[in-house]
């Protein structure tokens, strides 16, 4: 089914399980928008929202079909025909459709949520992928809570799922409980032991309740997944989903895995400043590859080794990501070097002993004042001149 088996599918679901934290919702201009950027990013597919849940998300799926052209336009349903039919009339404007439903896969689902059988829910499954399937080519189906989920009965759905039609299974870490060397092996099993696995693509969800959301997808992706799912800046219920921008930039830099996507990664910056805005939720600054500091280096020891050589401690280029410059941050901690560095940039030369003073004056500024700026710095060479 995939024409290159290294290549990996993006399926973004910022403006569906993102769209959910509370206090985050979106317009539908917001969320036209926001698909628009997504599409120059390069991703794969867009989880558009869930059409039944409200007359809102049902037109941003209806408006955002309209608008993109090139990914595939995903709308949720659970496995019954109500959401199904509703899903696909919000689709009838999409180049691409894709209906994403699914059920409980999990024995604690299957008892305390539908309090049901296995039996009744593999039925269940196997129904709302054959009648989504009559609508709509492109089906992913997702085994909810697939993480605690006994991996025999979960072979089994898979099997059933993917015979009835589905076209891209979704095995969700739905609470972020798994280890990552336990999804990876989930996903090994699914991929050795079911027998029309090759018809399907396997899809990696997963959250981040225990931090685990991003090693979880790239175990998933060593193992053979080949879809991720995710949203920018790891937003979502909780403590969020994988964020997108990470699995990207890992694939990128451990090229030795030999996986690789379509995305444009030097859009992300300006991506993650646009959700973050949008959705009125601010970037922690230590946030992996978008963070304010994910560039900034204070400490005398990085910032020496990064002004030798920026590989000492950099792994990611900055201009990679469309981050708009590295930095070295002067604090209390910071060495000769990088006064030295700033002091240049300024336009003040210095040699040995100049240097040794300006650096004593500087560790006195520094333990009072804990952000300095050019303006502090030209203050401190104005103090030189008229001392001398």
Do not use: W
Not at 246 to 263: D, F, P, Q, S, W
Not at 304 to 322: A, M, S
Request: proline share 3%.
């Amino acid at each position: 089914m995939l024409h290159d088996p290294n290549r990996v599918y993006v399926f973004d679901t910022t403006l569906r399980d993102g769209e959910q934290v509370p206090g985050c919702q979106l317009t539908t201009p917001e969320k036209i928008d926001i698909a628009r950027e997504l599409e120059i990013l390069g991703v794969d597919i867009i989880e558009a929202g869930f059409p039944v849940s409200s007359p809102g998300d049902f037109m941003s799926v209806v408006e955002i079909s309209k608008a993109v052209k090139e990914p595939t336009v995903c709308a949720l349903t659970r496995a019954n025909r109500m959401d199904i039919d509703v899903a696909v009339e919000s689709l009838k404007y999409a180049k691409h459709p894709r209906i994403h439903t699914g059920i409980g896969s999990s024995d604690m689902h299957i008892k305390h949520k539908f309090n049901s059988t296995r039996e009744e829910i593999l039925e269940r499954a196997v129904e709302a992928v054959k009648y989504a399937k009559k609508s709509v080519e492109d089906i992913e189906f997702y085994a909810e809570d697939a993480g605690r989920a006994d991996v025999v009965y979960l072979a089994q759905m898979i099997e059933a799922v993917i015979a009835a039609g589905a076209t891209v299974v979704n095995i969700p870490d739905t609470n972020g409980y798994c280890l990552p060397d336990q999804y990876g092996a989930k996903i090994k099993y699914l991929k050795e032991n079911v027998k029309n696995i090759d018809k399907a693509i396997i899809s990696v969800h997963c959250h981040n309740d225990l931090g685990l959301a991003t090693a979880n997808s790239i175990a998933g992706l060593q193992n053979g997944a080949r879809q991720i799912e995710g949203t920018i800046n790891g937003i979502g219920e909780r403590a969020g989903n994988t964020a997108i921008e990470e699995v990207v930039m890992i694939l990128k830099t451990h090229a030795t895995l030999g996986l690789h996507t379509n995305i444009n990664s030097r859009n992300f910056y300006e991506m993650s400043r646009m959700i973050s805005s949008q959705m009125r939720m601010p970037v922690q600054p230590n946030k992996a590859i978008v963070g304010g500091n994910a560039f900034a280096h204070s400490s005398g020891i990085h910032q020496d080794g990064f002004l030798k050589n920026r590989e000492n401690y950099e792994i990611i280029r900055p201009e990679d990501v469309g981050f708009p410059s590295a930095s070295i941050v002067l604090t209390a901690r910071s060495g000769r070097h990088a006064l030295k560095y700033h002091l240049e940039r300024l336009g003040h030369k210095l040699d040995k002993d100049e240097l040794y003073d300006a650096y004593k004056r500087f560790l006195t500024l520094a333990d009072v004042k804990l952000d300095i700026n050019d303006d502090d710095l030209q203050q401190l060479m104005a103090f030189k001149l008229v001392k001398n």
